[in-house]
């Protein structure tokens, strides 16, 4: 099964309402990361926040780490119609560092 | 600006072809990376390479075969394509050494096997 699991699936706002997604993991790691997709096209790396970090802030983004429960959320504060894309959380394992494990995403829609 | 191309867009290809998917970094990253994408299964690796000539088995590398050459070319072999290789494929790459763990994609190639 998937190192990582995204919640909701599926998310559905206005424009300038607040997205949350989060993301919950199995084993230790080394960091986290999250990425964008915009439809048919390939991903952005958008932030990464390390196993020793809280939280994380890059422009209207925020992430938060909780190694305890082994869980992440991304908030995009005042969406845009620009923000509709599926987002991915992946991690590099401690134990492996080679590689990311990706989730299986979700998908903001933004409505104008 | 980083850039990480892929071949094509889109493919059509029949069953039984071979298929070869070519990934170009401009980078002069170390690490390259094969994934496919499929609905509601995320991203999976399917081999990636560290170093020139090095390749790793990633976690469905079945029915798929890479090749790295120079530094800056990954490509994915489909010996024998089949109708459930029909996905999306990206490949990313990436610094390598301590700390860098982010990855560049390129675009996708979808590829559609009939």
């Known amino acids: 099964s998937q190192q990582g699991e995204e919640d909701p699936q599926a998310l559905s706002i206005q424009e300038g309402e607040n997205a949350t997604m989060n993301c919950s993991y199995k084993?230790?790691?080394?960091?986290l990361q999250w990425y964008r997709q915009n439809s048919g096209r390939g991903l952005v790396h958008l932030i990464l926040i390390r196993s020793n970090e809280r939280e994380k802030h890059s422009g209207r983004l925020r992430v938060t780490l909780d190694t305890s429960k082994k869980s992440s959320s991304l908030l995009i504060t005042a969406s845009r119609a620009a923000d509709t894309a599926s987002y991915f959380c992946a991690t590099v394992l401690s134990y492996n560092t080679d590689k990311l494990i990706f989730g299986t995403g979700t998908r903001l829609q933004v409505f104008p | 600006d980083v850039k990480v191309t892929q071949s094509s867009r889109y493919l059509v290809k029949r069953t039984g072809e071979k298929v070869f998917l070519e990934c170009v970094q401009d980078m002069d990253h170390e690490n390259m990376f094969w994934y496919r994408q499929d609905p509601g299964l995320g991203l999976r690796l399917i081999y990636f390479?560290?170093?020139?000539?090095?390749?790793e088995k990633g976690d469905i590398p079945e029915g798929y075969s890479v090749s790295r050459e120079k530094k800056e070319r990954f490509s994915l072999i489909l010996e024998s394509a089949s109708t459930n290789q029909t996905s999306m494929y990206l490949c990313?790459?990436?610094?390598?050494?301590?700390?860098?763990?982010?990855?560049?994609f390129g675009p996708g190639t979808r590829l559609t096997v009939t």
């Open positions: 084993t230790s790691i080394n960091n």
């Open positions: 390479s560290y170093d020139v000539k090095m390749k």
């Open positions: 990313a790459s990436t610094s390598g050494g301590t700390g860098s763990y982010e990855q560049y």
